[in-house]
Each structure stands twice: as C-alpha cells, then as structure tokens.
C-alpha cells in the first residue's frame, strides 16, 4: 500500500524486481496470485517504474486486505493487480517495466495522470483480466507496449466510475502504436479479445497492431452518450492493423461459436463492433494465414505460436522486416484528436519530467530494427 511517494528505477542490465522467494517463482504458480501488488491509495501522489519487473501478483482480496480496509477493492469480488492507483490528482509513469505472471490485471488505474510506455505484459489473468486497465477519473497515454496473452484484453478503456460531483472525471485516453499478441483466447464468451471500450470514455485508438488476437476492437453501444454505455462518440478507433495466422483454437467454445481463427473472430458480425464508425480505415487479414498481412516480424512464429500459449520467449523479437505491410497504411497522428496528452508538457514525477513517446507512422510498438 503506498499512501505517500514511490520512486523504483533500475536499468536494462540492473532491473528492480519485485517478486516472491525464487523457490516459488514456478511455471505452475503463474496464476497463483502469490502477493498483492502494489496498490497506490488516494493519498499516493507520485509513483515511477523505470526498469522494473513485477510478478505473482493478483492475490484474493479478503476482509482484512489492506485494500479492502481501505474501500479500494471488495473482498470476495476482487483480486489485486500488478499497479493501482486511486488518487485523480496523482501521476504516475510506467516505463521500460515488464509486469508478467499475474491472476489479475497488470494495471488497474482509477485516477491520475498516466504515462505508460516502452513496457512488457505477459501472462496477465487467469480466468479474466488485461494488461492495461483504465477507469473514470484518468488522463492516459498508452504507446509501445508489448502485450502478449492478456486473458482478455490488451486494453479496457472505461469511464466507470465517472463523478463528475465528485471530481471522478471522464477517463481519456490515447491508445497507439502498441503491440497486442494473442488477446481473449483464454477468457469464457465474448467479452473482449483486443481492445474493449465503454462506458462514455474519450479514445484516440490507433496504429496499434493486434496479432492473433481474438476479435477486434469493441464497444457495447455507438451513438448514445453515457457512463452505463458505450464510448464517447468523440472517440477515434481506426488505423489499426489485424492480422491473423492460419493456427486454430480446438476449444469447445470456438468451435461452437465459429471463432477458431483470428480472422473469424475478426470478421464475425458482432454485436460490440460498429463498422460503419469503427476501424472504418483499418487494415485486416483476408483470411487465416493471409501472407500479405504477415507482419514479418524478425523472430515470432507467427503461424504456429498456439493461440491460447501465455509462455513469452525471451528471444521473439517484434520488430519487423524491410517490406512488412505494417509499415505501411498507419496515421501520422497530426489529428488534433490523437494527439497524445503528454508528449509537449510531460508529466513530472520526482522532480524528472517524463514525455510520452510522439505516435510512429507504422503499426505496433516497432518499426525495422
């Protein structure tokens, strides 16, 4: 529980970690929920990850949880993320981190100004979950990050929550130039499979490349304008790329649901995509295995790599090839709508101001290496 300052900053070779006894850092205690993060109260007013690695976190939060003692998670309900924060007026900056092995989200902020960038998800939920989450009362910028198997999605982009009364204001969020791999295999149903926006927050979601994930973009309403609906209609979801390998799901639900592929799941009508306002200039593979939209990474099977895999090798390099098409058909970012919120001003955090990362014209987190 942080009710004060946190500053953690290791470097490449030297990174900080916080984890469990290395006898318990076990390929079968992945989902374990072994701790319970690191969960900033609405008296944290600062905290910084530059070069860290968080792990086993998403503990179930019971009655005596310091975060249930202090009402910011319900015991029962919830289990306790990688990083929360819970204080409108905070800032927080995550970068250069890898946050992995967790029962929960990697990152639950429901207040504050955030910049997250430059940082690894992997092996994020078990039976639900994303790596990044965003709720009511956040200002957040979201670009080049790596997120592989997220449980269900690599980004939730939600208003709840919005006070206005209360100062709990509407959540906003530019979403760009990440790299989501394998999104939604692992949850039950359709709740999500890539990105999932809702409940009235302002996006900007774009130049994002979403590899064998398993649906595209959603939102549960377009047109209506409200904290129990869909996303500000002010929002911006396009330019994002989609590609699918030829590998297939055998769960029952896929078979039964006609989603063994990403493609189908890409191309299946669905009641949460809204083409004729979403991903109007995306770009999507034209079949499962289609070779014109092989990213052409420099080291990722991307056929073969089992859709509902959450095990990250260390060797995958996600930069890509000369000719790959996601270099291609992505948006400056010259809109005045996706521009970030903190490439100019930045946000300062321990006295070191930290600017988010100007969008790439490309799609993903890397362009040629």
Same mark, same amino acid.
């Given at each position: 529980?942080? /009710?004060?300052?946190? $500053? ?10 916080f984890?469990v006894?290395?006898?318990?850092r076990?390929?079968?205690?992945i +989902?374990a929920?072994?701790?319970g ?12 990850f530059?070069?860290? #690695? #968080?792990? $086993?976190?998403g ?11 202090? !009402? ?19 800032k ?17 902020f429901m !207040?504050g ?7 690894l998800?992997h092996?994020?939920g078990y039976?639900? /979950?994303? /790596? ?5 009362g956040c ?8 997120? $592989? ?6 980004l @939730? ?5 919005q006070?206005?009364?209360?100062d709990r ?9 990440n ?9 039950d149903?359709e ?7 809702? @409940?009235?927050a ?5 130049n994002?490349l #979403?590899?064998?994930? @398993? ?6 309403k377009?047109?209506t ?6 996303c500000?209609?002010?929002?911006? #979801?396009?330019?994002?790329f ?11 639900q896929?078979?039964?649901g !006609?989603?063994?592929?990403? +493609?189908?799941g890409y ?13 109007v200039n ?13 990213p052409k ?6 056929n073969?790599?089992p859709?509902?895999? $959450?095990?990250?090798?260390s060797s995958w390099n +996600?930069?890509?090839q000369? !000719? ?7 948006n400056?970012?010259?809109d005045?709508?996706? /521009?970030?919120l +903190?490439?100019s ?8 101001n930290?600017?988010?990362?100007v969008p790439?014209?490309?799609?993903g987190?890397y362009?040629i290496?």
């Amino acid at each position: 529980m942080v /009710a004060g300052n946190l $500053y953690s900053k290791g470097t490449a070779t030297n990174p900080v970690l916080f984890s469990v006894a290395p006898g318990k850092r076990t390929s079968a205690n992945i +989902f374990a929920g072994l701790w319970g993060g690191i969960v900033g109260t609405s008296d944290c007013g600062e905290m910084l990850f530059d070069h860290v #690695i #968080i792990e $086993y976190t998403g503990a179930p939060v019971v009655a005596d949880s310091p975060s249930a003692v202090a !009402g910011i998670y319900t015991a029962g309900d919830d289990a306790t993320p990688h990083i929360t924060t819970n204080n409108v007026n905070g800032k927080y900056v995550l970068i250069n981190s890898e946050l992995r092995y967790g029962a929960s989200d990697a990152t639950y902020f429901m !207040g504050g100004s955030v910049i997250v960038a430059n940082n690894l998800f992997h092996a994020n939920g078990y039976t639900g /979950a994303e /790596a990044v989450n965003v709720k009511a009362g956040c200002k957040a910028d979201v670009a080049f990050n790596v997120m $592989y198997s997220p449980n269900t999605n690599g980004l @939730k982009l939600s208003s709840s929550g919005q006070d206005d009364a209360a100062d709990r204001f509407q959540a906003q969020i530019k979403a760009y130039n990440n790299t989501i791999i394998n999104a939604g295999w692992r949850r039950d149903g359709e709740k999500g499979g890539s990105a999932y926006i809702e @409940k009235a927050a302002l996006v900007s979601m774009f130049n994002n490349l #979403i590899v064998n994930c @398993k649906f595209k973009a959603m939102t549960p309403k377009w047109g209506t304008v409200s904290i129990s609906d869909g996303c500000d209609t002010n929002s911006v #979801i396009d330019y994002n790329f989609y590609a699918s390998g030829s590998q297939q799901s055998t769960l029952p639900q896929d078979i039964a649901g !006609g989603t063994t592929t990403a +493609f189908l799941g890409y191309t299946k009508s669905n009641k949460n995509v809204y083409p004729q306002y979403v991903d109007v200039n995306s770009l999507v593979s034209a079949s499962a295995g289609d070779a014109a939209k092989d990213p052409k990474f420099v080291n990722y099977p991307f056929n073969t790599d089992p859709l509902t895999s $959450y095990t990250y090798n260390s060797s995958w390099n +996600f930069h890509v090839q000369s !000719g790959s098409p996601v270099l291609n058909g992505a948006n400056n970012g010259s809109d005045a709508k996706m /521009a970030p919120l +903190f490439s100019s001003t930045g946000i300062t955090v321990g006295g070191t101001n930290y600017k988010t990362p100007v969008p790439a014209n490309h799609f993903g987190a890397y362009g040629i290496n």
